[in-house]
């Protein structure tokens, strides 16, 4: 079993950054990917950022050149620096990986429980 665990929201105002972390803990043989997704009231779910195993790395076009992803692979963790946040920002913010818990079991989806980012004056 695979835990993510997620750290950083809060109550920013337009302009400001916030940076977001998220750890991954426990039965981990390798971990194919970590990102980002948010969900807004009324919206769906849609992805902010991801980060493969590989280096690739993709954005969402609204949060290009505002937001940077990162990871440290050998804590397990992906980190999200939310910089120039805008209202249309506010969103419950979820962790997600695509992890391998054995090398003949997955990968697996996980995702963390979510925190909120909210962006107003």
């Known amino acids: 079993q695979v835990q993510l665990v997620e750290s950083g929201g809060g109550l920013v105002q337009p302009g400001g950054s916030l940076r977001l972390s998220c750890a991954a803990s426990?039965?981990?043989?390798?971990?194919?990917?970590m990102g980002w997704y948010r969900q807004a009231p009324g919206k769906q779910r849609e992805l902010v950022a991801t980060s493969t195993g590989g280096g690739s790395i993709a954005y969402a076009d609204s949060v290009k050149g505002r937001f940077t992803i990162s990871r440290d692979n050998a804590k397990n963790t992906a980190i999200l620096q939310m910089d120039s946040l805008k209202p249309e920002d506010t969103a419950v913010y979820y962790c997600n990986a695509v992890v391998q818990s054995r090398w003949d079991q997955g990968p697996y989806v996980y995702w963390g429980q979510g925190t909120q980012v909210t962006v107003s004056s």
């Open positions: 426990g039965t981990i043989f390798g971990i194919h990917a």
